[in-house]
């Protein structure tokens, strides 16, 4: 097939098919010259060809570079060090704006006569790969991939005719990992927001007020044990032999994650359970809890029922919390999602696999204000921040997702 299945309006011609070498220039300069070997050797931005982010800073310690290849601004290099996500090496363009040396390992190249950025996206795809499975090995590395520079000079490219449709295939995947980037940053600069504020707006160990409040409030916070406001339930034992391919939800222990519910392998009861197991029967803002091995990634598995998992039931080995008296939900999540991991840290049974006591919790000092009113703001306040956290998680991952189908579909495949 020598046209992509989407195509920007206007361009109908075919495209046509040309060898990397026909397009490019295999860089051979040596990295010899006194003076540039100095400056490179005492730049902290100069360095080697990583996957991870194209250059290593490491190398800069190396004690000697000369006979590395020297890889300008806008050079492309084939790095053969292989992973699951690039089997047969990365091949980046250097967009750091510096000049830098290289290992003899890697293939660097210098283009002409075709767009820059769209050969860019071309090495994103799988486009490639064919050539490469057919052309070369797993040479004497396990995470290497051999291929003879004559024979990677041969790849062939698919490039559309017109220059201008290049350039606008380019500039859209640019446009789209701009917009990845921006989301991707505003969520983790509203997650800093909240770490910080999860510090300032609770009271340190030992003090009965924290450093930030809403105005009005002066009174100080109150500290009890967690069995004087909470209780926390656990889920019932249902068997194996009950599950079936659709019906009531089961949430158990590993379906909690920290702040959300992970459905992707979740078991189905059927819907007659609902009445026969009330006490076990869930509903949209309860507050649930991975007894066993209750701490992933340093996070606490821990979430609050969106109305989607209403009517859930809970498994054993998972947690739901009951309130004992009147206190603002979000709030508890906030708090709780804190303190149950301090509990965790300290107090968890088990090493290995450490469980949740309940007895054990039910001891653990809570401090919480008297004013309900500031629990309802203090809730708001966090309840907020996970909800735009979240919105700009889902735009950005939905974008990923939008990248990978238009790299699939904007390039022909073989």
């Known amino acids: 097939m020598n046209t992509p299945n989407i195509r920007f309006k206007g361009f109908t011609d075919a495209w046509e098919q040309r060898k990397l070498g026909e397009v490019s220039d295999k860089v051979t300069q040596k990295n010899q010259n006194a003076v540039i070997n100095e400056v490179f050797t005492n730049s902290a931005e100069f360095g080697i060809i990583s996957q991870r982010d194209f250059f290593d800073k490491d190398i800069a310690n190396a004690e000697n570079i000369e006979g590395y290849y020297v890889v300008e601004p806008d ?31 890697y293939y660097v190249f210098r283009l002409h006569d075709i767009d820059l950025s769209y050969l860019e996206w071309f090495f994103q795809t799988t486009c490639w790969h064919a050539f490469m499975r057919i052309n070369g090995n797993s040479g ?40 990845i980037t921006l989301h991707q940053r505003k969520c983790d600069s509203l997650k800093q927001v909240k770490k910080y504020m999860l510090q300032k707006m609770f009271p340190k160990q030992g003090e009965k007020v924290p450093e930030i409040r809403f105005a009005g409030f002066t009174d100080d916070w109150e500290q009890r044990k967690f069995e004087d406001y909470y209780k926390m339930c656990s889920g019932y034992a249902f068997k194996y032999q009950d599950y079936q391919e659709n019906g009531v939800k089961l949430i158990n222990g590993e379906s909690i994650q920290h702040g959300y519910i992970d459905d992707s392998n979740m078991n189905f009861l059927p819907e007659s359970f609902r009445e026969e197991y009330p006490a076990f029967l869930l509903k949209e803002g309860d507050i649930v809890v991975g007894l066993n091995r209750p701490i992933t990634n340093g996070n606490l598995k821990i979430a609050r029922l969106t109305r989607e998992y209403s009517n859930s039931l809970l498994y054993q080995r998972a947690g739901k919390i009951e309130y004992k008296t009147k206190i603002d939900k979000k709030f508890s999540f906030v708090m709780l999602s804190n303190e149950i991991l301090n509990y965790t840290l300290k107090d968890a049974v088990g090493s290995d696999q450490p469980f949740i006591s309940t007895s054990k919790l039910n001891k653990w000092p809570v401090t919480l204000p008297k004013s309900l009113e500031e629990q309802k703001k203090i809730g708001a306040y966090f309840s907020n921040l996970d909800n735009l956290i979240t919105l700009h998680q889902r735009k950005s991952d939905s974008l990923k997702q939008v990248k990978k189908y238009m790299l699939q579909n904007m390039f022909p495949q073989k």
Do not use: W
């Open 140 to 179: 004497a590395r396990a995470d290497r991939f051999a291929i003879t520079d004559g024979v990677f000079a041969e790849m062939p490219i698919c490039i559309p005719q017109d220059i201008e449709e290049q350039r606008k295939i380019g500039e859209y995947f640019h446009n789209i990992d701009n917009l």
């Open 75 to 105: 050079d492309f290099v084939y790095n053969p060090r292989i992973s699951t996500t690039a089997p047969f090496g990365p091949i980046k363009r250097n967009k750091l704006g510096r000049t830098g040396a290289m290992s003899p390992l």
